[in-house]
């Protein structure tokens, strides 16, 4: 129907309420959809702050992942131990990890920033990895310079377009159990040493009565063998000459013992000084480990990821209503625009 030089379309009251529950059918089902689908997703624990719609992360060891859309949140190792930690021991040796996404029209210039805010914090890229659309590093930085790397690499975009995951682990088991290690090693050398010196005292005390009954043998020998030179009575001389090899039989005997004693000292000492030589060893690896561990506890493991948005999402991000409706929105004016100029049909309602 043409009225007044413009093309008007009647349309029934019916059919646009018909058409009006359809839309909002649809959406209905548009957005319970989605709603489904994030309600069945495995649900992260946020331990720190999450800015806009960014995909939630967690935390796992960098070298154990590639790359992916973010971290998987690992137990801890000494999370069953630690459940058996009395309360009494109140310290904390915290495990600081963390992860963040950003999203951006510029993945590489991102991931070249982020690169040098970990070098200018003291920090070291384990891997790095950039393309048009995608890039991600993994990192260490000192907790000491933790909160600002998170200031600087949290400016990198808008707060709507960057999310954060951190975790805190008390490794408190692990430092008992280095603590145990060492207590157990040093009474291990105690008790070594005092068996050593034991065996020194004991093996002295031997010699000692050996050297002391070899001394009066040696003299009773001496004796008789001057009586011996001094004699000429065979019948003396005969019981001479027995006690004589007596005596000789005796110092052997004594020179056996005494070599025998010295034997076995040797072989057990050098047991007990082999024994006390893997236990310094024991001593040197747990106290390597104690260092290494508070080297640990002083550093944040962590991985940025970074992804390219379109402009149709960054809308999406930054429009306080649907972007679907926004466009219905902008449809209808520019069509009531155009009808007004006659360049469209207009729609009449009856």
């Known amino acids: 129907m043409i009225h007044g030089g413009r093309k008007v379309v009647k349309i029934s009251k019916r059919k646009v309420l018909l058409m009006a529950g359809v839309v909002v059918i649809a959406l ?3 957005y319970g959809r989605i709603f489904f689908i994030q309600k069945s997703l495995p649900k992260i624990v946020n331990y720190n702050r999450s800015y806009g719609d960014g995909p939630n992360l967690s935390i796992a060891k960098p070298e154990s992942v590639g790359i992916s859309d973010g971290l998987r949140i690992m137990p801890p190792d000494n999370a069953i131990s630690n459940q058996q930690i009395s309360i009494n021991d109140t310290r904390e040796f915290l495990k600081t990890s963390y992860s963040a996404s950003i999203k951006t029209r510029d993945v590489q210039g991102v991931v070249t920033s982020a690169k040098n805010i970990i070098k200018g914090n003291d920090g070291r890229v384990d891997n790095i990895s950039s393309s048009e659309k995608r890039g991600y590093l993994t990192f260490v930085v000192p907790k000491s310079k933790f909160e600002t790397f998170r200031s600087e690499i949290e400016s990198l975009t808008h707060k709507k377009l960057f999310s954060e995951t951190s975790l805190s682990q008390n490794l408190l088991g ?3 159990s280095i603590e145990q290690q060492t207590s157990n090693i040093k009474k291990n050398l105690e008790s070594l040493n005092e068996q050593k010196e034991a065996l020194r005292l004991q093996h002295n005390q031997a010699v000692a009565t050996i050297n002391k009954e070899l001394q009066s043998i040696r003299s009773q020998l001496s004796n008789i063998r001057k009586q011996i030179a001094e ?3 065979a019948d003396v001389l005969n019981s001479l000459r027995s006690q004589e090899s007596n005596y000789v039989s005796r110092e052997n005997a004594q020179k056996q013992y005494l070599s025998r004693e010295n034997s076995q000292y040797t072989a057990q000492n050098a047991s007990l000084e082999s024994q006390i030589k893997i236990q310094n060893t024991n001593l040197e690896n747990v106290n390597t480990q104690d ?18 948005i379109s402009i149709w999402q960054m809308i999406k991000v930054f429009s306080p209503v649907s972007p679907e409706i926004l466009v ?3 449809i ?4 009531n625009i155009l009808a007004r100029l006659g360049y469209v049909p207009k729609f ?3």
């Open 231 to 233: 004699t000429t009575d």
């Open 291 to 308: 260092e290494n561990f508070t080297e640990n506890i002083e550093t944040v493991e962590g991985r940025v990821d970074v992804k390219w």
């Open 328 to 330: 219905i929105v902008i």
């Open 332 to 335: 209808v004016i520019i069509w």
């Open 348 to 350: 009449v309602l009856e």
């Open 28 to 30: 209905i089902a548009w």
């Open 174 to 176: 692990q430092k008992q």
